[in-house]
T-cell receptor
Framework: DGGITQSPKYLFRKEGQNVTLSCEQN?????MYWYRQDPGQGLRLIYY???????QKGDIAEGYSVSREKKESFPLTVTSAQKNPTAFYLC??????????FGAGTRLSVL | AQSVTQLDSQVPVFEEAPVELRCNYS??????LFWYVQYPNQGLQLLLK??????LVKSINGFEAEFNKSQTSFHLRKPSVHISDTAEYFC?????????????FGGGTRVLVKP
């Protein structure tokens, strides 16, 4: 089954806790992206990676961290420094002309 | 920095009526343009794209969009909507930056199709 897999679908974070969202792809795409979606605000770019072992901050990187050790994987950690983490998080991949394909998303809530 | 404006946050429309969703972007440099659709609690699906060539692009389910360079617009239209078209629609613009390609999204337009 090809595509982009985000897990878990729902995630709950306790105050002061770091949580990690998974994004795995088997499309052989070089570029991967993380977006945050809040109601009425569209999508905002958190981090992106054009190649393995390299990534850049997006528009709202504070309170988040990423790694890109494998082409297939681009996990996002929401750290305790992110004071308002409740949102819908979307992972995307791209191969050419920046046509991006999206996973099904992870909804993060704070307990 | 690039910005994308979707003028209507919500568009109610009756079934079988036409709909137009407006999208304007800020930069006049060479860009790629996209429309994505999102159904509740799902990811985004690519609806159609403009990369080059004909300024009118069409999707398989009856949507079309026209790239207008002079007005920096990429409005989405459908002549007759179905109940199943109820969703949120996002316009996006891609431009090359020093650090790679970036996609900038509009705030979205929620379409509610009424019977």
């Amino acid at each position: 089954d090809g595509g982009i897999t985000q897990s878990p679908k729902y995630l709950f974070r306790k105050e002061g806790q770091n949580v990690t969202l998974s994004c795995e792809q088997n499309l052989n795409h070089d570029a991967m992206y993380w977006y945050r979606q809040d109601p009425g605000q569209g999508l905002r770019l958190i981090y992106y990676s054009q190649i393995v072992n390299d990534f850049q901050k997006g528009d709202i990187a504070e309170g988040y961290s990423v790694s890109r050790e494998k082409k297939e994987s681009f996990p996002l950690t929401v750290t305790s420094a992110q004071k308002n983490p409740t949102a819908f998080y979307l992972c995307a991949t791209s191969r050419t002309k920046n046509i991006q394909y999206f996973g099904a998303g992870t909804r993060l809530s704070v307990l | 920095a690039q910005s994308v404006t979707q003028l209507d946050s919500q568009v109610p429309v009756f079934e079988e009526a036409p709909v137009e969703l407006r999208c304007n972007y800020s930069s006049s440099v060479s860009v790629y343009l996209f429309w994505y659709v999102q159904y509740p609690n799902q990811g985004l699906q690519l609806l159609l794209k403009y990369l080059s060539g004909s300024t009118l692009v069409k999707s398989i389910n009856g949507f079309e969009a026209e790239f207008n360079k002079s007005q920096t617009s990429f409005h989405l239209r459908k002549p007759s909507v179905h109940i199943s078209d109820t969703a949120e629609y996002f316009c996006a613009v891609s431009e090359r930056t020093a650090a790679g390609n970036k996609l900038t999204f509009g705030g979205g337009t929620r379409v509610l199709v009424k019977p």
